[in-house]
């Protein structure tokens, strides 16, 4: 193992010094699988890994990269002493604006109640009577914890306001922390709706959508598509919410087939969905439909351990040429984790991915669903994570273990 370092000293601070070296990094995972060496595994190759490297930031991007014995003269210089050095994590779906606990749901679920999406209710009291400074505060330090462990991009979902006053503000707080912000009013039906969910569905489609619209408040529309819920949406919703979502200029997502076989999936690639996000039960007809569409498959393993669900099948998607992603849903519910390490290291144990897929699904895999890159090279920004490891295998072989960190700050 590398001596210890203090990764805190590892900032671009700008003027003066306007270029910084981070020179001998270990490995080097850029997602450009042409800077690979000749024959290694697919999916090694795909990850463009170089070795004994060092790269070249200059305001924000990335100015160079190549080998620590040709780097070119900067203003100033750091050594990661033989550390790895990756893309920084894409946590491509979380619902970060919330206040409240569901600690005791949490225990409940582990004693054996099923989840059935009826919580939701509880965070979206909490939500509305938290005040703009509450929740900004809370999700401040949310950001700040993944930053901690290494995520450098993330989506930010609505959901627990429900109503086109409390969804705009949670749109407002999510717009100030990251661009990627996904208006999700289709989260449950609420409560004061119970006996007319074609009025909310109405709403949705109409005046609260308007209301997104007009304020640019969001680049997607989600919507949680799952018949086995009573809180959630079914085909027909579903159908209606995204088709007025795509009619309105927002690009779409989908939750789907989390609680068991459903029309998510199908939905969400007819429709040309950015992503479809959960895939837990999957028939051959979803898994045909993924392998054949642009729609990436974003996987949340998290959720599975914390509600003792099966786990998907990454390893069958994959074999059959379907996009993955992986993110963490970082949600009060179903999986209060930020850890991006932990959902790599379950998708290596759990859904029989390799270091490298899983690697590149929390990277690349995960940025595309966003219109981000997700790869290290020059003209990018220089969104760089830092293992304290010689190798990005690490994430999996040390699960638990806090050895992500952002490396630019």
């Known amino acids: 193992m590398p ?3 203090d990764l805190t000293l590892l900032r671009h601070r700008g003027d003066p010094v306007t270029s910084l070296l981070v020179t001998d990094i270990g490995e080097l995972v850029t997602n450009d699988p042409q800077r690979s060496a000749a024959g290694q595994p697919a999916d090694v190759a795909r990850l463009g890994i170089v070795r004994d490297a060092a790269v070249i930031v200059e305001a924000g991007q990335i100015a160079w990269i190549g080998s620590a014995d040709h780097a070119p003269q900067a203003d100033s210089q750091r050594s990661v002493a033989g550390r790895t050095v990756i ?16 600690a005791g749901e949490f225990a409940a679920r582990m004693a054996g109640t099923a989840y059935d999406g009826g919580g939701i209710a509880t965070t979206v009291a909490a939500t509305r009577s938290a005040s703009d400074e509450e929740l900004r505060a809370l999700l401040s330090a949310r950001m700040a ?20 006053e409390h969804e705009l503000r949670l749109l407002r707080l999510a717009r100030e922390v990251s661009p990627h912000v996904t208006f999700l009013g289709a989260h449950v039906v609420p409560a004061e709706y119970a006996a007319d969910r074609a009025a909310y569905v109405d709403l949705v489609t109409g005046p609260m959508l308007a209301a997104v619209v007009e304020q640019g408040a969001a680049a997607y529309l989600d919507v949680f598509c799952e018949p086995r819920s009573a809180h959630a949406f079914t085909e027909e919703e579903a159908w209606a919410i995204l088709l007025a979502g795509r009619a309105a200029g927002l690009g779409l997502r989908v939750h789907g087939n989390q609680l068991g076989p459903g029309p998510g999936v199908r939905l969400a ?7 479809v996000d959960h895939c837990t039960y999957l028939d051959d007809a979803d898994v045909e439909a993924l392998a054949e569409s642009g729609t990436v498959a974003t996987l949340l393993p998290g959720v599975e351990f914390s509600t003792r669900h099966p786990y998907p099948d990454a390893r069958r998607l994959i074999d059959a040429g379907a996009r993955v992603a992986l993110a963490t849903d970082c949600n009060p519910g179903t999986c209060f984790t930020s850890s991006m390490p932990f959902v790599i290291a379950l998708a290596v144990r759990e859904l029989r991915m390799t270091p490298a897929e899983a690697l590149y699904a929390a990277t690349a ?9 997700g790869r290290i090279a020059v003209g990018e920004p220089a969104e760089l994570t830092v293992l304290d490891a010689p190798s990005h295998v690490h994430l999996a072989y040390r699960p638990g273990v806090s050895i992500a960190s952002v490396l630019l700050d």
């Open 365 to 373: 895999g995960s940025a595309a669903t966003l219109g981000a890159r």
């Open 3 to 5: 001596p210890a370092l």
């Open 145 to 164: 914890e993944l930053r901690r462990q290494g995520t450098t991009t993330v989506e930010i979902k609505s959901g627990y306001g429900l109503s086109i």
């Open 269 to 275: 690639c007819e429709l040309g969905a950015a992503s």
């Open 87 to 102: 893309p920084g994590f894409v946590d491509s779906h979380t619902h970060l604006v919330f206040a409240g606990d569901r």
